[in-house]
């Protein structure tokens, strides 16, 4: 025999009785409620991301600063940069200074005792760069094949003195990188003081004196 169901008593539903129950809140989570929960998740992930991103920043462009920094003699950085042709004007960097050093005149051979309270580096042969590409902040590297500072950011390039060479054509850096009062002791020691900081000068049109032309075309595009 086959089971019987039992009728189920129908109740009849008003107008003002199906508002009330469409009114009810629903048990669980509404699809909008879903909808709005991963919205703000999304943004919750979006807004520490930025957070810890800034403060990383932040902390890579102060770490350091203010603080004297002794190099060493020419001879020191060699030592630690083996391979690297920083005899013939490739900027070496110091991390502890954030900054790159760097020979003004390869054919002087080496730095040359004195002051330098504006970090020009001509009288002393030798320049300290800081490492803030002065558009947003990036580092620029430095190129093995043509000598040139490449920003990995926006694009943005320097000779290897830290000149911007006029033109868009340069990346959108609004002037040369910044650079630090530097000394060279008796004996010979290079010593950065990263609390002492003169703005880059503004870019040079390529072909005229004061911007160091490329080694080669096309180097570390
Ligand atoms: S941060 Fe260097 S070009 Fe933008």
Redesign the pocket.
């Known amino acids: 025999m086959r089971d019987v169901i039992p009728s189920v008593p129908i109740e009849a539903i008003g107008a003002p009785a199906l508002r009330a129950r469409r009114a009810q809140q629903v048990g669980g989570l509404s699809r909008r409620t879903l909808l709005r929960r991963a919205i703000g998740a999304g943004f919750g992930v979006v807004a520490i991301e930025w957070v810890a991103g800034t403060l990383g920043f932040a902390w890579s462009a102060v770490a350091g600063v203010g603080a004297k920094v002794r190099v060493g003699t020419l001879d020191d950085l060699l030592l630690t940069n083996p391979g690297l042709p920083i005899r013939e004007g490739f900027p070496a960097y110091v991390l502890a200074a954030r900054a790159f050093v760097v020979l003004v005149d390869p054919a002087k051979g080496g730095w040359s005792p004195g002051l330098d309270a504006i970090g020009e580096g001509t009288a002393l042969n030798v320049r300290a760069l800081s490492q803030r590409?002065?558009?947003?902040?990036?580092r620029?590297n430095p190129c093995i094949e043509d000598f040139w500072f490449h920003?990995?950011?926006?694009?943005?390039r320097y000779d290897r003195l830290g000149i911007k060479p006029a033109g868009e054509a340069y990346?959108?850096?609004p002037h040369g990188m910044d650079r630090y009062a530097i000394e060279v002791d008796a004996s010979g020691a290079l010593i950065i003081d990263t609390g002492t900081i003169t703005l880059g000068p503004l870019p040079i049109a390529l072909g005229q004196p004061g911007v160091i032309p490329p080694r080669v075309q096309g180097g570390c595009v």
């Open positions: 590409c002065p558009h947003l902040g990036c620029p920003c990995p950011c926006h694009q943005s990346g959108p850096a």
